[in-house]
């Protein structure tokens, strides 16, 4: 006799099948992403959650912008993963400010950051700043130096250095006047008092970073910067771009908080080089945070573990105007090849949280501002 099952059992049957098929797409890749490694990397639970949420806020500065424009970014993140970037472009100290005002009032819209060390120091005191570590990333190959003292457990993860050393004008100072250490300068003051510049280091937008660099290197120290203050050098105040036109005018013939890429955005045949003392060059670390108790928490996972692969870091070096520090990182401009010379030991990561103390300091020995 055949059997035939009741509604119920019939309708129970068919939840408990429809079910189980939901589960089982819920736990599978993507057809397109079933063989990408960075998928299978992450899982499908992460990955079909990302698809879910859609999109996802990264806030950052020019370089950002620079990066995504001129590498498409957006579309290959979307056509790979399914997932829409929306950024938000601005001054790291407005983004942090914004940021930590989201936090407060518990409507957080960005999901990532990316920028200077000093911020990101800062969103992980104030516990803004998520623990994660993302899979199969370059992030174990990038040079040990810029890996040491990072502050956090898996908040901040550094891509790249704003390296600063010296700039002399090539038409006054022959290359045997090049100094081979920092205390060349402050030994001979007969040579350089009168023609020194260096940017101004009682604020973060000069050349504080530079001098606090020196004044915790083993070698260098708060003498050398009172020594370096006695050969009376003019302040140059803002960004490096600033003293490198008054080395090239020839206002003055050397200055200290140069950066090498910008040479480069000068006619050929200026007159102006990069130079770095055996002591090495001062650098500063810019990295991305994902952010806490976001709406794209899963997105964030992919965006960062796509972000720190080869080609993206490689794009990122090309186009932002920095130096990621990797020894498969082709260097676009010789003078950000931060493997061509030494580097000074890092700054403490306490100091880059509260650096008002430093500049007062610099202040008592250069002058208020």
């Known amino acids: 006799m055949k059997f035939i099952a009741p509604i119920s059992t019939a309708l129970g049957l068919a939840l408990a099948l429809g079910t189980a098929t939901s589960a089982s797409?819920?736990?599978?890749?993507?057809?397109?992403?079933?063989?990408?490694?960075?998928?299978?990397?992450?899982?499908?639970?992460?990955?079909?959650?990302?698809?879910?949420?859609?999109k996802l806020v990264w806030y950052g500065g020019s370089t950002l912008r620079k990066f995504m424009k001129r590498t498409k970014a957006k579309d290959r993140f979307m056509k790979r993963f399914g997932v829409k970037i929306e950024q938000v472009i601005g001054k790291n100290a407005a983004i942090y400010q914004r940021i930590k005002t989201e936090a407060?009032?518990?409507?957080?819209?960005?999901?990532?950051?990316?920028?200077?060390?000093?911020?990101?120091?800062?969103?992980?005191?104030?516990?803004?700043?998520?623990?994660?570590?993302?899979?199969?990333?370059?992030?174990?190959?990038?040079?040990?130096?810029?890996?040491?003292?990072?502050?956090?457990?898996?908040?901040?993860?550094?891509?790249?250095?704003?390296a600063q050393s010296l700039m002399v004008n090539t038409d006054v100072v022959g290359p045997k006047e090049y100094p081979k250490s920092y205390w060349d300068i402050v030994n001979n003051p007969g040579?350089?008092?009168?023609?020194?510049?260096?940017?101004?280091?009682?604020?973060?937008?000069?050349?504080?970073?530079?001098m606090m660099a020196i004044k915790h290197h083993p070698k260098l120290g708060l003498d050398y910067i009172k020594k370096l203050a006695a050969l009376k050098p003019s302040l140059i105040s803002g960004g490096s771009k600033r003293l490198r036109n008054v080395i090239a005018k020839k206002q003055f013939e050397l200055g200290f908080s140069g950066r090498g890429e910008f040479i480069n955005d000068m006619p050929k045949g200026t007159p102006v080089e990069y130079v770095v003392p055996k002591e090495g060059f001062q650098w500063t670390r810019s990295g991305v945070v994902r952010l806490k108790n976001?709406?794209?928490?899963?997105?964030?996972?992919?965006?960062?573990?796509?972000?720190?692969?080869?080609?993206?870091?490689?794009?990122?070096?090309?186009?932002?105007?920095?130096?990621?520090?990797?020894?498969?990182?082709?260097?676009?401009?010789?003078?950000?090849?931060?493997?061509?010379?030494?580097?000074?030991?890092?700054?403490p990561a306490k100091n880059f949280n509260n650096p008002n103390p430093f500049f007062k300091e610099m202040e008592q020995i250069f002058g208020l501002r």
């Open 191 to 210: 040579r350089w008092k009168g023609k020194l510049a260096i940017r101004d280091p009682r604020a973060a937008s000069g050349g504080a970073w530079m």
């Open 25 to 54: 797409a819920a736990e599978m890749l993507p057809a397109n992403l079933a063989n990408d490694r960075l998928a299978k990397a992450l899982g499908a639970k992460v990955i079909n959650a990302a698809k879910k949420e859609g």
């Open 294 to 347: 976001t709406s794209h928490p899963n997105a964030s996972k992919v965006l960062l573990t796509w972000f720190l692969q080869l080609d993206n870091l490689q794009g990122w070096n090309d186009t932002a105007g920095r130096a990621v520090p990797h020894p498969k990182i082709k260097a676009k401009i010789p003078q950000m090849s931060v493997t061509a010379y030494p580097a000074m030991p890092p700054i």
């Open 104 to 162: 407060a009032v518990g409507r957080p819209v960005g999901d990532v950051f990316v920028g200077n060390e000093q911020y990101a120091n800062r969103m992980i005191v104030d516990k803004i700043a998520e623990s994660w570590l993302p899979p199969v990333t370059e992030l174990d190959n990038l040079l040990p130096w810029v890996k040491v003292n990072v502050m956090g457990d898996n908040q901040f993860f550094p891509i790249h250095v704003s």
